[in-house]
Each structure stands twice: as structure tokens, then as C-alpha cells.
């Protein structure tokens, strides 16, 4: 919804003069202008210790709302990107205590929450934090204090970059905001060759960081960095007994608390549409929001997006927008059209594209900002981190070993053919099975989800880097800089077998796959290309935290097929129970088809590929 940026110096560092720092934030602000076309603004303080910068896109309280925003005393700044989806519960509290608001802005409730006026919150002081539901980057100045404070939403769904710069500490949503702010670029070899862009918080720039998803930064006047988290995903122990008793109850607040996450969604101040993709998720979130709508008006008519691929003759889209009665609009992503934007994917995404999703993704915003749109409410297939796993990943060792002791299989049935369902759906990429070594393909039918296939991902990703740069760096090992970027107490959890492992992998996959490449991808990095905000109704913290508590059995379900002695994964079942009233029987009835709608499976030329990639 935003774009942000800021500059800190701490004691001892040259400040530039207030024209200078002022010409600075401006540069940098036109580099992010994309995220933020409506208005801008800045923020200098008196002694020039920091400067704030802010540009943005109106979704709520479209007249007031200007940032950098500012308490009564001036002694809080703050520029603030996001949305919080129960704003209005706060606002009441504080208006029946006699707290009148200046506007709706999110922004301004940031402030007070550190000011003064915060009422029983200011005895939180940095747990404000935890009265915030919704996605969100912000950066906060106190003048008394002379500390600047930073935070990122629970899941990373909004962007935020760290870095330091002849001694001066900036933020900003992008890593090329940095440059109008005099850093420069250089290469993080190390960080290039072992993926530490997806397996910590390192990205592909020397010395540019992260600030990863459920924590804060705290910069001081003597200029140290304090990174602390304030939320993480928990699991049960596999000894504890799940809150609910019965399945129907589970089933009830499933989708109960999805229901009041599209709900909470919904709320803006200009129309609003949705992603629909023919999965499960997208019409799940579309069913929802049509049931929603027609509480207040029975004739409304959702809008719906889809990419459409002409080889594509399985897309079943049209029958979910008919039997909602949505209007659906194609966005045809033709080779050339995907081509067209890759060098715009690679340039606002900040990191390496292995695949076509961002450019496709990319083509959706663009029809949804030319047709009028600036929020599409979902955000395809993210209900995989907390209802199922993400298969291909190789994280998932000691699932063999789980599969009869939470009761993943029935009694009496053999594991057998369900371990030999999974084994198709590991090599996600073509050409994939003949680059693992003899080891990994022969532990397939004994463990399906290996650790093996980790270390036999070496040989497909060396010949990727020149001889001399692994001499350097070593070959490259992505999953021991996965494993190294994951708290200590959630490995511990998986090798004591506190956590069952299919906990252990969504945790894993939530931190690396989820919160530094899938939603960077296709999430916010991709819609901002076009102005547009995302709304992510299955990244609910209260969802989450609920689906969290849920046992292993009804996230992935064996369930037998009609043909005798055959079986088959049940992934997302609970889900497919929860939205069963919003969807078609065919919906709910049907198995999940992995990545049948995935630009990187379309056929390119690859004269023309390489063509754009020398250019």
C-alpha cells in the first residue's frame, strides 16, 4: 500500500545538511514511487539525526492520512506501509476513554500506541506490537529517546531492508531505495551460492539484510542494532491433545475464522477484487467474499482475475465464477507477454527468478490496476503453509518414522502405497530426477520426503556457478543455510520428536519458502509493480495460531480411492471441510492438481529468453 524509507545517524557520524538529507530521501523515494503513486512525504528532524521518507497508495481514508504522521508533541514519527484489519476495535476503546482521531489512518494509530495518548497501552511500550493484526512495515522515530524503531509483520508479508552505510542505518521496502541514499551495490557471492536470500535473512547485496517476519529493530543513538523477535509459529507437542474434541468443532472454527478474515479484509475505501486461480484456495476466498457481499446486497456481483494460458484446456475457473455469478476477466499470459515483464520481475523482486510465477503474477496486477482495482484479496495458494505441506521441499526427514505414530495412516492399512503416492510429487522441477544421485532415487520408496535429496540437490545446482566462485564459497548447500537460518529450538523439537514432523515442516517452509521467496514473488514485491495491495485472508495470525493446534491427521488425510487396494494424500482436508458451503461439488470433491496453473511450465523460446537476459 506503501512505500518506505529512512535514514538514522548515530553519534559521531556526519550528518548531510537538511537540503542534502532532503535531496536524498527525495531520490530515494522516486526509485519506490511505483509503491506509493498517490502522495508523498518527509520527515527531517530538527538536529538532522534522521530523515523519514513516504510515498502512497490510498486504500483507506482516501483525504486525510498524509505521512509521515506525528503526534500532538511532535516527539513520535512514523511512516507506516500495511493495513491492520481490526483498527476499529482499538479506536473504539480509545474513543470511549475520550481519545478523539484526527483520521482513519493506520498510521496515526501507530503513533498514539507510542505516544502519550496511548491510554493502557503506553505501559506496553515496544508490545504494541501484539495488539496489531494485519500486514505490515513500519519505521518510528521518538525525538525524546533518539531511537528509531522498526518492525515487520508475523509473516513477512510486507517488505523491509536494513542496511549500514558509512556508519549511517537505513531502512527501506527496497533494497534500491538504498542508492538514492548514496549506498553502494555490491554482490554477495556467499550468500548467491548458498541461497541465503531464501535461507536466512541475507539477500544478494553485501551487507543489506532482512528484517525477518515476526521481529523488531531497535537503533540507538550509539548506534548499535538490536534485532529482537516478538512472534513465532508453535506447534503442540505430539503428546498434547488438540483444544477441539470432535472434528465438526474443528471444522466450525476453521472456517468461522477464515470467514472473519475475508471479512476484516474487505474493508476499503475503493473497490475491491480477487485472484482466482481454479484451486481450492482462490475459490474458497471467492465464495466468501460473494456469500459476504450479498449479506448487504443480494444482487452483488463479484470481480474476478485469472491468468489464463491458451495451451491451458483443463482451466475450470468459469465454472466457479458461474456458480458464484462473478465476473471473471482473463489475463492472457501468452510467451510473449511473460517475456515482456521478466526484466521488470527480476528488478522489483530483488532476487534471483528460477521461475515464471512473478512475471505471470505481474501480468495479473497490471489488468487489475487498468480495470480500476487496487486490492485483490488473495493471494494464491499460501493456505499450503498451514493446512498441508508444500511437496519438493527437503526438509521434511523423520516423516516415515511418524506416519503410524500420530495416525496419519487408518489402523490395519498398509503404509505401502501411500508412501508410493508421494514419490511422483518430489521432483518439482523437469529434468530434476537426472541430477539425483543413486542414493536419493533409491531412498524414494523407503522415505519419500528425505534428507537425502537435500545433499542430492548439489550436483544440479554446481554447474550453475564458475569453477573459481565455489573454490571460494564451497559447492553450494542450500539446506544446511536453510537449517542454519531456523531457530535452534525448533530443531530441537524435531530431533527430541516434541514436534511432529510434518509441524516441523511447515514451520520450516513458513520461515524460508513462505517469508523470503514465495511472498516475495507473488506476493507484494509483484502486485507493488503495478500499484496494486494484496490482502491475504489465509495469513491470518488467529487462523494460523489455531490451525497450528490441529493434529497432523486432518491437514493430510489417506483416504483409499474407488479402485481397490489404491490410496491417495487428502492434502488441506480439514480446509476442503471448511469451505465446503462456499464452493462447487466439484471443487470439494476434487484431488489437488500441483502447479497446473505455473508460468514456468509454459514452453519458451529460449532464443528470445536468452536474448533479453544478455540485453
Known sequence: MCGLTSVFHPDGIDRPSATDLEHE??????????RGPDSRGIYISPDLRVGLGHVRLSIIDLSTGQQPMSDEAQLIHCVFNGELYDHERIRDEWESEGYTFKSKSVSELVVQLLSHAGYKYKRDGINLLFHLRGDFAFILYNVKRRFLFAARDRFGIKPLYYTVSNGRIMFASGIKAFMGLGWKAEWDIDSIVHNGQMGDERTVFKGVQKLAAG?????????????ERYWDMEYLTATSASPESTLESMVSTVRNLLVESVRLRFRSDVPLAVYLSGGIDSSAIAGIATHLLRESDPKARLTAFTLAFIEDETADESRTANHLGAEIILVNATKSALLDVIEEAIWHTEMPNTTFRSTGKILSSRAVRSNGYKVPTLFIHVSNISFTWHLGRSIWRGFRRDLWRLQLVSPGLSPTPLLAQASPYLPMWTGLTSWLTSNARLAFPNYPI???????????YRPMFHPNITKITGSPEIARCIAEGIDPRVRQNSISGAWHSLNVSLYVTTK???????????????????????????????????VNTLPPSVKIMPMADEKPGTWSFNAKWILHQAVKPFVTEEMYLRKKIACRKNPRSVEMSLNRLEAVLRS
Open 450 to 460: 528425505s534428507h537425502h535429496v537435500t545433499t542430492a540437490l548439489t550436483p544440479f
Open 215 to 227: 521481529h523488531f529493530a531497535l537503533c540507538g543513538a550509539s548506534g548499535y542494532i538490536r534485532i
Open 25 to 34: 530521501l527525495e531520490d530515494s523515494l522516486e526509485i519506490i514511487k511505483h
Open 512 to 546: 524460508a519458502a513462505l517469508g523470503r521467496f514465495i511472498l516475495n514473488q507473488l506476493g507484494d514485491r509483484a502486485d507493488m509493480v503495478n500499484s496494486v495491495e494484496s490482502r491475504i485472508a489465509f495469513l491470518d495470525h488467529h487462523l494460523v495460531e489455531y
